[in-house]
């Protein structure tokens, strides 16, 4: 019972720690929705490196979701080579976007808040993949409770990018 009670208590810490995750990419989306210069550009056409974006991580959603009902199983395993793979190519992609990319961030208040919403969220799938990395150095021995948390984690970064997308992407 204690070991339930500690349970419930860090999976409430954790939904504490996305619902502020939240706020701060809802108070970025705000700053990009509502900038001087909003719709007087775009980072990159959102057509082009940032709908291969949202193919990479819806994937890497459903992905993640098999691992999550297969856990503990080998086929499990390789949803999760899978998913981390998809992140990675995301990491790719979104790191040649910003390469190619001909805007200033400096630019405007639009562009510099696009800019940190988006690179936030770059950051966040590098967490993510990290904590990936984290499942497979545990193995499946281990409590099922962390591979709970990198899923919601994961499905949370996914959701993010969605509004990334409309709001910034498909202006």
């Not at 819806?58 to 395993?77: A, D, E, P």
């Not at 990319?101 to 510099?112: A, E, N, V």
């Amino acid at each position: 019972e204690v070991v339930l009670q500690r349970l419930q208590r860090h999976t409430s810490a954790f939904w504490l720690f996305i619902s502020g995750e939240a706020l701060l990419f809802g108070s970025l989306f705000a700053g990009v929705m509502w900038g001087e210069e909003s719709g007087t550009g775009v980072l990159a056409d959102g057509f082009e490196f940032p709908f291969v974006s949202c193919f990479l991580l819806l994937t890497s959603s459903v992905t993640m979701t098999v691992y999550h009902h297969c856990y503990g199983l080998n086929l499990g395993r390789r949803f999760l080579y899978l998913t981390m793979l998809l992140g990675a190519l995301f990491v790719l992609v979104q790191v040649c976007e910003f390469y190619g990319s001909g805007t200033d961030s400096l630019y405007c208040s639009y562009f510099s808040a696009s800019y940190l919403t988006v690179g936030l969220h770059f950051t966040h799938v590098v967490v993510g993949l990290l904590a990936m990395l984290f499942l497979l150095i545990i193995g499946p021995e281990e409590q099922y409770y962390y591979s709970s948390l990198v899923v919601w984690y994961w499905h949370f970064v996914d959701y993010v990018w969605l509004w990334v997308y409309l709001l910034i992407y498909y202006n």
